[in-house]
C-alpha cells in the first residue's frame, strides 16, 4: 500500500512505497512526505538510510538521514514534555488567552515541525519576538504573563530546536526567511537517485559553490567536470538520457525490464556481445511499443528507439559502465570496496583525478562479476579472489582487474582502463606532446632495422599505448605475432587495415587459469608458427627466459618489442636478471630500452606523460652494464625544455645499435650522414602530417588507418626514388611522398592542406 514501508534490518534501512502518492516521493520537495518519514524515523528507531520508492527510488544517505532523525527525537522529547501542553492560567490566574497559547504550542510540536521544521522554528522565533514587544506596549499583568509564557513554554521549545543539526545548519540564514518554501530542503537534501529500470543510484544536484571548469556531450550524455571549492578533486558530473526521463517513460523501461528478466542471456549470447545486443534491441524496441499501446501512451519511432537502447544498456549491456567509459577522456575508472558507500572515481585525460556523480550499488557489483566471469570463462570467487580480463563495450576495449574476497575483506573492487578504440600512432603522441619528431624518426628507423625494443615505466606511463604505437610502424608485408595474458593491443583494428597478424593469449600470472597455455610456451609456439615480428604485451614472468632463448639463438629475424615494468634502463637489468632470472649476459639480446614517465608539476595537482630517455645497451660488457658504462642514452629528457633532447653520442654517430643496423645495409655501411639523413627524413615526414592536422584542426589523418598508409607510401616512394636515382634523396622522398599525402588528404578530408 501506497506509504507502507519495510525495515531492511541488514543495512538499517527503511524503504517507503510512494508509488501512486498523490504527494509524490521527495523529502526536500514535499511537506506530506517529510512528515511522514518522520513519523517512520520515530516509529523504526535505528535507521542509517531512507529509501522513498516510486518509478525512481530516493536514497537519503547517512547525513541526511541524520538530520531528519534528529528532528523526529526532538519533536518525540517535545511531545513527551507534559507541562508543555498543561493549561497554565498563568501568574494572575487569567483565562484569556489559555486556549490560543496551548493551541499555537500544539501546532508547531504536532503538526509544522513534522512538514516543515525550519517554517516552524520560525514561526515559533517570530513569536517569541512579537510577545516580548507585546509585553512592553500592554499593561503590568499582561506583561507579566506573556514573560512567564516565552520563559517556560515557548524558549523551552526554542532550546530543543536549537540543538538539532538541521537548525544549526540553516540558523544564520532566517532573516526574512518565506514560511512554506522548500528551496532551503532542496540545499540540505541531494538524494542519489536510481530509476527502478536501473541498479546505480546518482546524485543530480551540483555542489553548491561548484564552478563549471569543462562542458561537452559524448553522444547524447551531457558531462560537467566542476571544481569545488577546497577541494582538489574535480567532480565529474554525468547527465546521460536516461536520467531526465519523464515518469510516465520511467514505468514503461521498468515495466519492459522485468518482462525482459524472463530472457537471461546464455554463456554463448555473453560472448558474443554484439549479437546479443542485435536481439535485445529489436526485443525492447517491440516490447516497448506494445506496452506503450496497452498504456495508451503515444511515442514517437525516435524516442521507442532512445527507450529501446537506454533498455539495452541495462539488460544486455553494462549499463553505468558503458555510459561513463563512451567518454574518450576517461582512462582509468575505479570501483572501491565496500560498494554502495562510494562514487566512481576516474582519471580524466584533461582534469585527471575525479569523483563522480555515480554510486553503483551492490546489485550493480554482482551482475558485473557475473558478466566478467562469463565472458572471461575465468572464476572469480573467495577462493580465487582475483580476475583479470577485458571486456568489449561499443565504445572500444576495456581492461578489467578485479578483486573480492579474500583478497578485499570488503567486497568487490575494479579497476578499468579504458582502451583506446583506434590504436595509438607515433603522430597521435607527438600531438599529446609525449615524444618529438626525432625521437618518433628514431623509433621508426629502429624498428625498420629489425631490432630488440622494450617500452619501460611505471604504472599508467604510456607503455602499453606505445607499443601499439610501434605496432603501426612495421611494414605490412612482415608478419606479426602477439602474445598477451590478457589482450590489450589493438590487433583487431589492425587486422581490419590489412596487416598479417596473429593474437595468441596465454595464461594470466595473476589467475592461473590451468587451461589456459602459459606465456612461455606461448612464446615458444609462436617461434614454431614462421618467421614474424614477436610482440609481447608485458614481459613479467617466466616467459622472459623463453623470450631471451630466441633472441640468444637467433630465433627472431624481426623486430621483437615489449613493455616491462620499471623506472629505468637498470630498473628494467634489475628486474629481467634478478626477478624473472634471465642470466646476465643473456640481457645483451636487448638493443634498445624506451623509458616512459608520469611527470608531476610542482604544486602536485597535474601529471603529465613523456617519453624520458631512449636508450641502446651496448654488447662489451660481462656482468654489470651500469658499471660497465653499457647503457648509452641516444635521447634524454630535459624537463626545463619539457623536450626529449638527442645526445651527442647520438648526434656524432656513435651509436653501437644504429651502426649495427647500418652495416646490414648497402647504402648505410660506414656512411653516418645517409644513417642522420634518412632518421631526419622520417622525422620530418611525421613532423609535417601533425602540422597539417593541427593547421586543418582535423586529426582523423593522425589516426592509424591513414598514417600507416602514409607508412607504407613512404617505403614505396623511397624504393622507387632509390632505383631511379641510385641513392634514397631525401629532398626526392618528401617531395614525392608529401604530395602523395596532401592529394590522399584532400580525398579523405575535402580539401587541400596549406
Excluded at 553505468?320 to 580524466?348: S, W
Aim: aromatic fraction near 8%; charge should be neutral; include cysteine.
Amino acid at each position: 500500500m501506497v506509504c507502507d514501508y519495510e525495515y531492511e534490518r541488514e543495512q538499517k534501512r527503511i524503504k517507503v512505497n510512494c508509488r501512486g502518492c498523490f504527494y509524490g516521493s521527495s523529502i526536500e520537495d514535499f511537506e506530506t512526505c517529510m512528515s511522514r518519514t518522520i513519523d517512520k524515523l520515530i516509529e523504526a528507531g535505528a535507521v542509517a538510510n531512507v529509501v522513498l520508492s516510486s518509478n525512481r527510488e530516493y536514497e537519503y544517505d547517512y547525513f541526511q538521514t541524520r538530520m531528519l532523525k534528529d528532528m523526529a527525537g526532538a519533536i518525540k522529547s517535545l511531545a513527551r514534555t507534559k507541562k508543555l501542553f498543561m493549561v497554565d492560567k498563568g501568574p494572575n490566574n487569567c483565562e484569556r488567552c489559555v486556549a490560543e497559547r496551548v493551541g499555537f504550542i500544539q501546532n508547531i510540536v504536532g503538526y509544522h515541525l513534522k512538514r516543515d521544521p525550519i517554517g516552524a522554528y520560525v514561526r515559533l522565533v517570530r513569536e517569541i519576538k512579537y510577545l516580548k514587544q507585546k509585553s512592553r506596549d500592554s499593561y503590568p499583568n499582561c506583561a507579566e504573563c506573556y514573560n512567564d509564557y516565552i520563559a517556560h513554554k515557548l524558549l523551552l521549545v526554542k532550546g530543543v530546536l536549537d540543538k538539532t543539526e538541521m537548525i544549526q545548519k540553516v540558523k544564520d540564514r532566517l532573516v526574512g526567511y518565506h514560511i512554506g518554501s522548500r528551496e532551503i530542503y532542496r540545499e540540505l537534501f541531494h538524494p542519489t537517485i536510481k530509476p527502478n529500470f536501473m541498479l546505480t543510484k546518482y546524485m543530480t544536484v551540483i555542489p553548491m559553490g561548484a564552478v563549471q571548469i569543462d562542458r561537452y556531450f559524448v553522444d547524447k550524455t551531457e558531462v560537467q567536470c566542476l571544481r569545488i571549492p577546497g577541494r582538489v578533486n574535480v567532480r565529474y558530473h554525468l547527465t546521460p538520457p536516461e536520467f531526465n526521463l519523464g515518469e510516465t517513460e520511467y514505468s514503461i523501461l521498468d515495466t519492459a525490464r522485468r518482462y525482459m528478466a524472463a530472457h537471461k542471456p546464455n554463456r554463448s549470447e555473453f560472448t558474443e556481445p554484439e549479437r546479443t545486443r542485435e536481439i535485445f534491441y529489436n526485443i525492447g524496441r517491440d516490447m516497448i511499443t506494445d506496452i506503450s499501446d496497452t498504456m495508451k501512451i503515444t511515442l514517437s519511432p525516435k524516442k521507442v528507439d532512445e527507450l529501446a537502447e537506454i533498455l539495452t544498456r541495462y539488460t544486455a549491456g553494462f549499463g553505468m559502465l558503458e555510459v561513463i567509459l563512451a567518454d574518450e577522456n576517461v582512462q582509468d575508472l575505479f570501483l572501491n570496496a565496500p560498494v554502495g558507500q562510494m562514487p566512481f572515481f576516474l582519471f580524466h585525460g584533461r582534469h585527471e583525478e575525479c569523483d563522480t556523480n555515480i554510486i553503483p550499488t551492490q546489485e550493480d557489483a554482482d551482475a558485473w562479476s557475473t558478466r566478467f566471469r562469463i565472458a572471461s570463462g575465468r572464476p572469480l570467487d573467495e577462493a580465487n579472489p582475483v580476475l583479470d580480463t577485458e571486456i568489449e563495450l561499443p565504445s572500444g576495449r576495456v581492461r578489467v582487474a578485479a578483486i573480492t574476497r579474500t583478497l578485499s575483506p570488503d567486497g568487490l573492487a575494479l579497476a578499468l582502463r579504458r582502451h583506446r578504440d583506434k590504436p595509438w600512432t607515433y603522430q597521435l603522441m607527438m600531438n599529446a606532446n609525449m615524444m618529438t619528431p626525432l625521437s618518433a624518426g628514431l623509433l621508426s628507423f629502429i624498428v625498420d632495422g629489425a631490432r630488440t625494443m622494450l617500452f619501460a615505466g611505471t604504472r599508467s606511463s604510456g607503455k602499453t599505448s606505445m607499443l601499439g604505437a610501434t605496432l603501426t610502424e612495421i611494414m605490412k608485408r612482415y608478419r606479426i605475432i602477439t602474445v598477451e595474458d590478457t589482450l590489450e593491443l589493438p590487433v583487431d583494428a589492425l587486422s581490419d587495415m590489412g596487416y598479417n597478424i596473429v593474437r595468441l593469449k596465454s595464461r594470466s600470472v595473476i589467475t592461473h587459469v590451468e587451461i589456459e597455455v602459459p606465456t612461455d610456451e606461448a612464446i615458444r609456439t609462436s617461434l614454431r608458427l614462421g618467421d614474424s615480428c614477436l610482440i609481447i604485451g608485458e614481459v613479467r614472468s617466466l616467459e622472459a627466459k623463453a623470450l631471451y632463448e630466441a633472441m640468444r639463438i637467433g630465433a627472431l629475424a624481426n623486430v621483437v618489442a615489449g613493455t616491462i615494468h620499471g623506472d629505468s634502463p637498470y630498473g628494467v637489468f634489475d628486474r629481467v636478471v634478478n626477478d624473472l632470472g634471465v642470466p646476465p649476459t643473456s640481457f645483451k639480446a636487448t638493443d634498445v630500452i624506451i623509458m616512459n614517465n608520469r611527470l608531476r608539476s610542482a604544486d602536485g595537482l597535474h601529471t603529465f606523460r613523456r617519453m624520458i630517455s631512449i636508450t641502446e645497451i651496448t654488447k662489451e660488457w660481462d656482468e654489470d652494464p651500469q658499471k660497465e658504462k653499457a647503457f648509452v642514452p641516444l635521447m634524454v629528457y630535459n624537463s626545463k625544455t619539457d623536450i626529449l633532447e638527442p645526445t651527442e653520442t647520438f648526434l656524432n654517430g656513435e651509436s653501437y645499435i644504429l651502426n649495427e643496423i647500418a652495416n646490414r645495409v648497402k647504402e648505410w655501411r660506414d656512411n653516418w650522414e645517409a644513417i642522420w639523413d634518412n632518421i631526419q627524413l622520417r622525422a620530418k615526414v611525421k613532423e609535417t602530417l601533425v602540422g597539417y592536422a593541427k593547421k586543418m584542426e582535423n586529426f582523423s589523418i593522425l589516426e592509424a588507418e591513414f598514417t600507416t598508409e602514409a607508412n607504407d607510401q613512404f617505403h614505396v616512394i623511397s624504393e622507387k626514388v632509390k632505383d631511379e636515382y641510385g641513392s634514397l634523396d631525401s629532398q626526392r622522398i618528401f617531395a614525392r611522398w608529401n604530395e602523395w599525402t596532401k592529394n590522399e588528404i584532400k580525398e579523405k578530408v575535402g580539401r587541400y592542406p596549406s
